[in-house]
């Protein structure tokens, strides 16, 4: 059974930093892409970063140059490392995964900043 657990949220003043993680477990984490996705209230669920198997790494407009999606293969693990943060991050963050044919979630980690 597939499962991601995400953890690393927490509250910030604006131009702070957080750590976000994602353990995955039940896939074979190494050849699978992972991605970043946060949902804002009243907001659709939009994605943030992604990561291929082999590193490869693509970010939204609004985080490119602020976030950096990394993966330790060796911990089954993601991470987004979240700098310069705004209040129009606050948003509840999720990490994806796709596993034969199967998207997978996790329950998703708060993440509040403010001014």
């Known amino acids: 059974q597939v499962r991601l657990v995400e953890s690393g949220g927490g509250s910030v003043q604006a131009g702070g930093s957080l750590r976000l993680s994602c353990a995955a477990s039940g896939m074979i984490f190494s050849i699978s892409g992972m991605r970043w996705y946060r949902q804002a209230p009243g907001k659709q669920r939009e994605l943030v970063a992604a990561v291929t198997s082999g590193g490869s790494t693509n970010y939204s407009d609004s985080v490119a140059g602020r976030f950096t999606i990394s993966r330790n293969h060796a911990r089954n693990t993601a991470y987004l490392q979240m700098n310069s943060l705004t209040p129009e991050d606050t948003a509840k963050y999720y990490c994806?995964?796709?596993?034969?044919?199967?998207?997978?979630w996790g329950r998703g980690t708060q993440v509040t900043v403010s001014s």
């Open positions: 994806n995964a796709d596993w034969k044919a199967t998207s997978y």
